[in-house]
């Protein structure tokens, strides 16, 4: 790599930071006045109640559910912004850098609203549960929960983007479908104790909830490898 390409990709990385923190910081904004709302939107997967423990951690709950909220909403503009600044750079067209772009927003919602969905509910009446079975009662706090929630659904979604990684890695040629077929024994047992280490509970049903999908989405990602490979005339 060039000075001239470090220094490009320097300027890029300044120009994206920046106008990525502004995009965040307009929709958080924007975000805390749908505080509450989104905080009863958790709260119906969750199917329990929650107390705030001291005066302020409504309110710095509530800022810090905007933040989550402002970057959750913003993941298009940023993935955009990424692409806008970064294509100079990289030897991806246009219409590919697009059908990137596509593919990175619909994988992360669709493993955001996966956990949502499915997993969160799940995975919070577990845990509730087995408090119980030892006559334990929960008395969850408000920023616990915020934080607990927040960081699963963007854990899932940015594990979703395992394809994108990949496909991007591969166009780079810093990695090839075959070494990643050889691999994969290794692969499996890395997203077995990545999934076992960000779900929420110890259980297999859980556990299989992220591990099952991400190894899918990684078989994908090499098939797209492939593809790409074959047009390259690699393979």
Not at 25 to 39: D, E, I, R, Y
Not at 74 to 89: D, K, M, Q, R, T
Not at 199 to 228: F, R, W
Request: glycine share 6%; hydrophobic share 55%; aromatic share 14%.
């Amino acid at each position: 790599m060039g000075r001239e390409k470090i220094v490009l990709i320097m300027r890029a990385s300044k120009k994206f930071v920046l106008k990525a923190l502004i995009v965040v910081a307009v929709t958080g904004s924007l975000s805390f006045f749908f505080s509450k709302k989104l905080l009863g939107l958790l709260l119906q997967k969750a199917d329990l109640k929650i107390y705030y423990l001291s005066l302020p951690e409504v309110f710095l709950s509530s800022i810090e559910l905007s933040i989550y909220a402002g970057l959750f909403f913003a993941i298009p503009i940023v993935i955009y912004l990424a692409w806008y600044e970064f294509h100079v750079v990289s030897s991806i067209n246009a219409a590919r850098g697009y059908m990137f772009i596509i593919m990175a927003i619909v994988l992360f919602y669709a493993g955001s609203i996966f956990c949502y969905s499915i997993v969160l509910p799940s995975g919070i009446k577990f845990l509730v549960a087995y408090g119980k079975d030892n006559n334990i009662m929960a008395m969850i706090s408000m920023q616990r929960f915020v934080t607990f929630c927040s960081a699963m659904i963007f854990a899932f979604g940015f594990t979703f983007e395992v394809p994108i990684v990949l496909l991007a890695l591969g166009k780079a040629g810093l990695v090839r479908s075959k070494s990643l077929t050889k691999t994969r024994r290794f692969a499996v047992l890395f997203i077995v104790i990545s999934a076992a280490i960000i779900t929420p509970t110890p259980d297999i049903y859980n556990l299989a909830l992220l591990a099952v999908p991400t190894y899918l989405l990684y078989e994908i990602g090499i098939l797209l490898m492939k593809i790409n490979e074959r047009r390259k005339g690699i393979l």
